[in-house]
């Protein structure tokens, strides 16, 4: 089993940045795929970002590429997203998720284990 615990949401002005982190537990973060999965009011879980097990590859919605950095620590078994330019349409509840799979994750209903959400908020 794993637990996720997401931190670092929050209120920040358009342009903004902020640092999101996810904290694993139970088990080594060396063998799990990781992502980033964000869901707006009224809308369907969208595909952020995500690291593979080595931390070698990642991948990105065309939508944050660019603007977005995903990354893990695997000492720390922390994986982060760092958040910059951020957008109004940026504004979400942001999930850290976690399998044993391969592939660049682009479908959420991919995650064997998620976090309970942490909120950002982008002010225009």
């Known amino acids: 089993q794993v637990q996720l615990v997401e931190s670092g949401g929050g209120l920040v002005q358009a342009g903004g940045s902020l640092r999101l982190s996810c904290a694993a537990s139970?088990?080594?973060?060396?063998?799990?795929?990781m992502g980033w999965v964000r869901q707006a009011p009224g809308k369907d879980r969208e595909f952020v970002a995500t690291?593979?097990?080595?931390?070698?590859?990642?991948f990105y919605a065309d939508s944050v590429k660019g603007r977005f950095t995903i990354s893990k620590d695997i000492p720390k078994t922390t994986l982060y997203l760092q958040m910059n330019s951020l957008k109004p349409e940026d504004k979400a509840v942001y999930y850290c998720?976690?399998?044993?799979?391969w592939g660049p994750g682009r479908d959420p209903n991919e995650y064997d284990y998620w976090g309970q959400g942490t909120q950002v908020t982008v002010s225009s």
């Open positions: 998720a976690a399998d044993q799979d």
């Open positions: 690291i593979n097990w080595s931390g070698s590859s990642t």
């Open positions: 139970g088990r080594t973060l060396s063998r799990f795929r």
